[in-house]
């Protein structure tokens, strides 16, 4: 067990529609980061942040975002679904920033159809 | 795109044997990390090495780090069927952010 939490384990969903995935850090990290893997795509970093602040942004299309809150839990944003977006979303927490060891949660398995 | 290439893509090999996966970056870094993934689970981390080492080892794991050719090298020892999943080496930024993965090595490991 990583000490990361993420929520839902299985989303189901329709094009068009909107989800949000939820990632709790593990105890006392400050940085959190999201990524995308899909068969096609790899593993693809979306967004990292920091203590509350957005601290770096990778491949992220505008139909997403999100956010880190005062508690530092942290909620991806997707929006008007595609079939494409269908893909494993794994949120990630480490102590500070991208110079130590990551801890991944088990991911959200969303399929849109 | 990716910052991190790793190769070969896929590799089977014989319990007993030895695997060796290779990784290439293209900018500067502070350091590089090697995780593991089982099939569509989690990444785990398994090792990591500052730009100012050289080599690293942890149990059957060896690392090399060759920061003037932007590469790096995983090598795993008397590799066990339970080695088999999906290796993937990831850098960071200079300025410590944004971690990067590459596109991983799916290893197979028969017994």
């Known amino acids: 067990d990583s000490g990361v939490t993420q929520t839902p384990k299985h989303l189901i969903t329709a094009t068009g529609q909107r989800v949000t995935l939820r990632c709790s850090p593990r105890?006392?990290?400050?940085?959190v980061y999201w990524y995308q893997q899909s068969l096609d795509q790899g593993l693809q970093f979306l967004i990292q942040?920091?203590?509350?602040?957005?601290?770096a942004k990778g491949n992220i299309l505008e139909r997403f975002s999100a956010q880190q809150f005062p508690d530092l839990h942290s909620e991806l944003n997707l929006s008007s679904l595609e079939l494409g977006d269908s893909a494993l979303y794994f949120c990630?927490?480490?102590?500070?920033?991208?110079?130590?060891?990551?801890?991944f949660g088990q991911g959200t398995r969303l399929t849109v159809v | 795109s990716q910052q991190g290439e790793e190769d070969p893509q896929a590799l089977s090999i014989q319990e007993g044997e030895n695997a060796t996966m290779n990784c290439s970056y293209k900018?500067?870094?502070?350091?590089l990390q090697w995780y593991r993934q089982n099939s569509g689970r989690g990444l785990v981390h398994l090792i990591l090495?500052?730009?100012?080492?050289r080599e690293k080892h942890s149990g059957r794991l060896r690392v090399t780090l060759d920061t003037s050719k932007k590469s790096s090298s995983l090598l795993i020892t008397a590799s066990r069927a339970a080695d088999t999943a999906s290796y993937f080496c990831?850098?960071?930024?200079?300025?410590?952010?944004?971690?990067?993965f590459g596109a991983g090595t799916i290893l197979r490991v028969k017994s």
């Open positions: 990630a927490s480490s102590p500070v920033g991208g110079n130590t060891e990551a801890f």
């Open positions: 105890s006392g990290d400050l940085s």
């Open positions: 942040y920091y203590n509350g602040e957005e601290r």
């Open positions: 900018t500067s870094i502070n350091n």
């Open positions: 090495i500052r730009s100012n080492e």
């Open positions: 990831a850098t960071d930024a200079r300025d410590g952010n944004k971690l990067v």
